[in-house]
């Protein structure tokens, strides 16, 4: 044993600044500590990617040989966080811990086979004795923002750890930016400096630049939600639909794409950042980028909507009075704003939102959009009110309404109501009198019939649109039929010839149009369409009110206050 203690005495120079040497009597009882398994538990902390060695790897007999010489010391360990890192991503800490067991299997077994030799160079007596200096070994990250080091003891007379062989270590690795300087002044007096992994530079990582984006000046989607004052009423004149710009006008701002930050390795060179991508700019019809491309703005003064994925500009066109005799009748590609009355006799048709400031008489309104009227309707029993949106009204009277969404109002008195939605009549007088309302959905109310029994059919279910269009449609050819056989018992006339042939025409279009109506009907029976809500609810139902629901039919002959009626089980049953 003797002579074994003094090889090691000579190979090993251990120096334990500020340490205090191991009790003689712990010394006595363990001079070569017994190897851990990996079995036994590991140290608490967010140490996620730790090299896992058996107890035969030669690093450990690294260790064991320098134990032997300085006392126990802690056993090897590898981890590639330490205890403030930050944790790798579970596949890049895996693939680096292959590498760096080849760099440590690579090293360790260098470092023994010179001790080794150093030992048999002892032995013979014949060669001076072997001096190896501490050794510092620097491992890359493969992005090569990380560098670790990780330092083996120094043997003979060799050196212990200092800052020079740290320095001479990094340079040879070429590692020269991000360096953990106080690290690297502590690290040659740290007690537990051999055969750990300490991180000693970092590196920058690149920053892409942020993409960029679109701030909308205008709502992309447009609420239709009425607002109730505290007397039950709605201001139909200020409903606020309508987004107006002016030409020139800001639309939304375009935020460009911001400049990435590059990086750099710990080995000085640069990592390239990307830049941010461009937003798609939702340009659509009468809209053009500013000089400066910062924003969108309006090519033609109109209203702002948003369709698909653009904004879009509609004209619109402004009657500062009447629709009369001095404006005649509209047909307009956009939106009309009317300050005045419709007069009877005359015919408004936009393909976008038409909005009427006064009344509308016994007149013919046709909107692409939503419809909204301000006071109200007078028809006489022959306006026709037709939206492909949502109608909004004051109050209806003796007139046809064909709403392929919603229609909200205060008050509906014999009137004939087609809607694909729902009828809402809640607001001031609440009221529907008379006539017919026919939604697929629901009948909204505060009162339905009145005190003298007037007869108000309520029905629902089925396509209300649908069949207007069909009565529709099958009037106007009932009125070509009649209209060319009267033409054609009058005396024969260049007029009369060109007259014919346009109502000839329109006669076949119109019978194709309806050929095409009953087409679709064949493919889709309203019977096999999905029925939906089926209800109708009020504060009062009169008797008079007749509910019918998908074909059944309820007459109310008793006043109903509440009333709440629905389709259960093939009964119509109020509630």
Known sequence: MGTKDSLLSRLFKFVRDGAEEPEKEETEQAPFPAIETETESRPAGPLLHRLELSQNHVLFKLWALYCEEAGWQPKPELVLEGASGVPLPDAVGSAELVRLRM?????????????????????????????????????????????????????????????????????????????????????????????????VAKGVEAVPGANGHIVDLFPRIQERKLKVDEHDRIDYKNLDFIHSVEKGGAICSIIPPGEGTPGRTVQ??????????????????????????????????????????????????TIPGNVDY???????????????????????????????????????????????????????????????????????????????????????????????????????????????????????????GSRVGNRTNIILGGDPCEEFDYQILTAEI???????????????????????????????????????FDKERALHPPELQEPGVRRMRCDTAFPGTVLTVDGLVRHINDMVSPCFAELRDGEICLI
Not at 144 to 160: I, N, Q, R, S
Not at 407 to 434: A, D, F, Q
Request: aromatic fraction near 6%; charged fraction near 25%; proline fraction near 4%.
């Open 103 to 199: 760099l440590v299997n690579t090293s360790s077994q260098a470092r023994y086979e010179q001790i080794r030799n150093g030992q048999k160079a002892l032995e013979d007596e014949k060669s001076p004795p072997v001096d190896l200096d501490a050794q510092a070994v620097v491992f890359l990250a493969k992005d090569g923002m990380t560098a670790w080091v990780l330092v083996y003891p120094p043997a003979g007379g060799g050196k212990a750890l200092d800052r020079e062989i740290l320095d001479q270590a990094l340079k040879d690795r070429q590692i020269c930016f991000g360096l953990d300087e106080a690290l690297l002044d502590a690290l040659p007096q740290e007690p537990e400096r051999y055969f750990k992994l300490f991180a």
């Open 268 to 317: 000085g060179q640069e990592v390239i950042a990307k830049d941010g991508k461009p937003e798609t700019i939702p340009k659509g019809r009468n809209t053009e980028l500013s000089e400066d491309g910062s924003s969108l703005i309006a090519s033609i003064s109109g209203r702002v909507e948003f369709s698909g994925r653009s904004f879009h500009v509609n004209p619109v066109l």
């Open 326 to 448: 001095s404006v005649g009748n509209i047909n307009f590609l956009g939106d009309v704003s009317i300050l005045g009355d419709v007069l009877s006799g005359f015919s408004v048709r936009a393909t976008g939102t038409v909005t009427v400031g006064g009344v509308v008489e016994a007149s013919s309104v046709e909107a692409g959009r939503d419809l909204v009227i301000a006071k109200g309707i007078q028809g006489d029993g022959k306006a026709v009110i037709r939206a492909q949106g949502s109608v909004f009204v004051k109050y209806m009277e003796n007139c046809y309404v064909y709403a392929k969404v919603n229609i909200e109002t205060e008050c509906i008195i014999n009137c004939e109501v087609y809607c694909g939605g729902g009828v809402t009549v809640r607001s001031g007088y609440g009221k529907i009198i008379g006539g017919k309302i026919h939604a697929a959905h629901e009948v909204y109310a505060g009162m339905i």
């Open 478 to 516: 009932e009125e070509l039929e009649a209209s060319i056989k009267f033409t054609e018992g009058q005396p024969d006339s260049p007029d009369r010839t060109a007259l014919l042939t346009k109502m000839q025409v329109q006669l076949k279009l119109s019978r194709a149009r309806l050929q095409l």
